[in-house]
Structure formats: C-alpha cells, structure tokens
C-alpha cells in the first residue's frame, strides 16, 4: 500500500502522462490498457450524461437515451453542479 505521499505522487505522475497523449488514438490505447471494459464504458456513460445535462436535457430523457440508471445520472448532475470543475472545464472547451 502506498503512503499518503507516495499516492500524491502516483496520481501526478498519471495525469502526467496523460497530459502527454497527443491524439485520440493515442488517448484510446493508453485508457484502453489502463480501464476493464467496463470501467472505460462507466467513464465514457457519465461523461454522455454530462454533454446531456450540459444540453438541459431532463433525467428521464438521458435515461430513455443512454439506458444509464438515474441514481447515476444523479451523481453526475451532482459533480457538474458542485464538484471540482473538472466536467465545466472539458466541456466549456470543447463549446457545449
């Protein structure tokens, strides 16, 4: 088990790395060997619900969409609203 300062030094080094991924493809692959599948299709379902939510579309609507569960619809709207900012700042880039 790592210690306190040995996690804050993991956790920079990865998004270290991250920030070093030039393209899609390159994006892709690395999340690809990081993630089960199933954790790559939770990540790439909350951030659909984002872009929704982001639209104003309501929590039925995203459900009926995206076949996501509300509860977990809920806990993005919760993030996008009052969490880090990190979902606000993707998506003020990308203009939506």
Known sequence: MLSPGEEVAAEEELFNGVL???????????????????ELQAMKDRWSVAERLAEGRTYREIHELTGVSVTTIGRVSRYLSSGSGGYQTILKRLGK
């Open 20 to 38: 070093q991924l030039k393209n899609i493809s390159e994006c892709r692959a690395f999340f690809e060997d990081l993630c089960t599948p199933a």
